[in-house]
């Protein structure tokens, strides 16, 4: 390694990547291929997106110009849908950026960090790349939370910040906003980092808790449930306070007009994200039920999610379908960020039709 990196990078373990074989392949090709593997949705955003690119495009030029640095229409469209004043809320380049922008303004170097775990590893290379020390309490076995041990682990670690991703990522744990709550309040000189991506799947939020109490801090993303991914959009809730102290470190300057009027058209079109989520809840609850039927193969966790967890008697089998799988043009999740989800793969739920091609396939292995 250079002789010129930091001194956190030269012992840091690199985020894992999945593949990327969908950009790999010709655009005919594309839709041969069920990408199962991100957590995005499997299906375009808004017709609204599309309309108002168009009308962009087809505009006066601007691509000579920097994006505007305070789009009041975005803030208001954010606003609405998370039912908060312009206040607590700013906008970011998604919401991997937003939590480096989070490490740099409320981490110092030597700082301890706990996440709830295992949970999203990419958080965890963020903190650790600004020199946080990052202890994580895992989930049990079988993926059941105990409030008291974990509860027991922040009264003995004192940490700056807690990472709650809710719900988590791969596991599909959610926390109620009543228990969140009781953590900020029992907590208070712990700044927690509830990570929403997949928020409006489970159908709550702890969203009204940044009025209330300064420890909390909430990323959100466009990527899931608005389809949004390729536009690389987040924002954050929290109180005035904190959003100002980030905003002296913000690149107001970073986020593309077109992701900027993209996010508006798909926020004003929330009825369009709920009836997908209602497809992927329809869909998961199938999805599951027929995996039950599998059980002597494989077990299937629940999730407040997009996705689901399948555990595999050992790590080899795993390999075995997840390659079967892939060379059928469905790619899944290899789970390997902790010993606990080695024998693990994570499903993204899509339509109802695209998880009856993935149930028939896995079908078709064990009938073998």
Not at 89 to 114: A, K, M, N, T
Not at 213 to 222: G, M, P, Q, V
Not at 309 to 329: H, I, T
Request: overall charge neutral; glycine content about 4%; hydrophobic content about 40%.
């Amino acid at each position: 390694m250079s002789g010129f990196v930091n001194k956190f990078l030269r012992e840091l373990k690199p985020y894992k990547l999945a593949s990327h074989k969908i950009w790999a392949v010709s655009p005919q090709k594309r839709s041969e291929i069920l990408k199962l593997d991100w957590n995005e949705a499997t299906v375009p955003p808004s017709p609204k997106v599309t309309a108002r690119l168009r009308e962009l495009l087809d505009g006066p030029g601007f691509f000579n110009l920097y994006p505007t640095t305070h789009n009041e229409s975005l803030l208001e469209a954010i606003s609405r849908f998370a039912e908060l004043p312009c206040s607590n809320i700013q906008y970011f380049g998604s919401s991997d950026v937003l939590h480096e922008y989070i490490c740099r303004s409320f981490l110092c170097p030597g700082d301890e960090v706990l996440i709830l775990g295992p949970s999203y590893d990419n958080f965890r290379l963020t903190c650790q790349s600004g020199g946080a020390h990052v202890n994580f309490f895992n989930y049990d076995k079988d993926f059941c939370f105990h409030a008291d041990a974990f509860e027991a682990e922040l009264s003995r670690l004192k940490p700056a910040m807690a990472y709650i991703c809710n719900p988590n990522n791969p596991t599909g744990n959610f926390h109620t906003p009543q228990y969140i709550q009781h953590l900020l309040e029992k907590y208070p000189s712990t700044l927690f980092l509830i990570d929403e991506a997949y928020g409006e799947f489970a159908g709550e939020s702890s969203k009204d808790l940044v009025k209330t109490h300064a420890n909390i801090l909430i990323t959100r993303t466009l990527s899931k449930a608005f389809a949004m991914a390729n536009f690389r959009f987040g924002y954050l809730l929290s109180c005035e306070d904190n959003i100002a102290a980030i905003g002296k470190i913000r690149n107001p300057k970073n986020i593309s007009t077109i992701s900027q009027e993209a996010a508006i058209a798909a926020l004003d079109d929330a009825a369009y994200m709920r009836s997908y989520v209602e497809q992927v809840h329809k869909a998961q609850d199938w999805f599951v039920s027929e995996c039950e039927a599998l059980r002597e193969h494989f077990q299937v966790f629940p999730s407040r999610g997009n996705f689901n967890l399948l555990r595999f008697a050992g790590r080899e089998e795993k390999l075995s379908l997840l390659q079967y799988l892939a060379q059928r043009n469905i790619f899944v999740r290899d789970t390997t960020q902790d010993e606990s989800v080695q024998n693990c793969f994570r499903v993204t739920i899509g339509t109802p039709e695209q998880m009856k091609r993935v149930l028939d396939e896995i079908k078709s292995y064990y009938a073998k």
